[in-house]
């Protein structure tokens, strides 16, 4: 199947820095990737909507001078989480959707995940 | 907008004793998925369910949507220690966005 790869996947900052999250299709051309976020035990929320060649789509709630999405290809996307601070600290993870074969269609493939944790 | 509810949101069983857990939207789906996240992991998918009453099998997996399109299960037959994990039912929203259920996290006791 497709393979979405994420990094880092684990990262440890200090309050007020940047922290920038790859998100790349490996086998697979994406213009479109999905960006989540998961707090523990809970499901996943979609932060934004990655577009490549253009602007993402945020959801509502969603800051976005905060949170900073580039597709500036069709297989990488990157969030830049700026000015990071302890509320940030969470799992994000990356998606894009794809075909899983057997008539499956706009399944989603998912990065590993970044665990950001903000001192 | 639409919503996708499930339940339960957590479920504790013996090994070897059956596991369902049930997924409901506010709107009819033209689809729904379901992913399955093992813990400390991601989500990876698991089914696609597509036509109204459909009902899909893998192995100990039994899937379902209903004759609406507006709700689906799944039942693990005999659970084994490798089912832990949440599962999480999806349905689409416009072109390639999902919704995701809350999930039903799965813990098994040996």
């Known amino acids: 199947g497709a393979v979405v790869s994420q990094h880092p996947s684990w990262v440890i900052c200090k309050s007020g820095t940047s922290v920038k999250i790859e998100c790349r299709s490996l086998?697979?051309?994406?213009?479109?990737m999905f960006w989540y976020r998961q707090f523990p035990k809970q499901s996943l929320m979609l932060m934004a909507t990655?577009?490549?060649?253009?602007?993402?789509?945020?959801e509502q709630g969603v800051e976005k001078d905060k949170f900073l999405i580039n597709h500036a290809s069709l297989t990488l996307s990157t969030l830049t989480v700026t000015s990071a601070h302890p509320e940030d600290s969470s799992f994000y993870i990356c998606?894009?959707?794809?075909?899983?074969?057997?008539?499956?269609?706009?399944?989603?493939?998912f990065g590993a995940g970044t665990r950001l944790s903000v001192l | 907008g639409q919503q996708v509810m499930q339940i339960p949101q957590y479920q504790h069983v013996q090994e070897g004793e059956d596991f369902t857990t049930y997924c409901n939207s506010s709107?009819?789906?033209?689809?729904i998925q379901w992913y399955k996240q093992r813990p400390g992991g991601h989500p990876v998918f698991l089914i696609q369910?597509?036509?109204?009453?459909e009902v899909k099998k893998q192995k100990r997996l039994t899937f379902q949507f209903g004759e609406a399109k507006k709700n689906s299960s799944l039942h693990i037959t005999a659970t084994q220690t490798t089912d832990v994990g949440t599962y999480f039912c999806?349905?689409?929203?416009?072109?390639?966005?999902?919704?995701f259920g809350q999930g039903t996290r799965l813990t098994i006791n040996p």
């Open positions: 998606s894009a959707p794809g075909l899983a074969g057997l008539g499956a269609k706009n399944i989603q493939y």
């Open positions: 086998d697979f051309q994406a213009t479109t």
């Open positions: 990655s577009n490549e060649g253009s602007k993402a789509t945020y």
């Open positions: 709107t009819t789906l033209s689809n």
């Open positions: 369910l597509v036509k109204s009453g």
């Open positions: 999806a349905g689409p929203e416009g072109a390639q966005k999902l919704v």
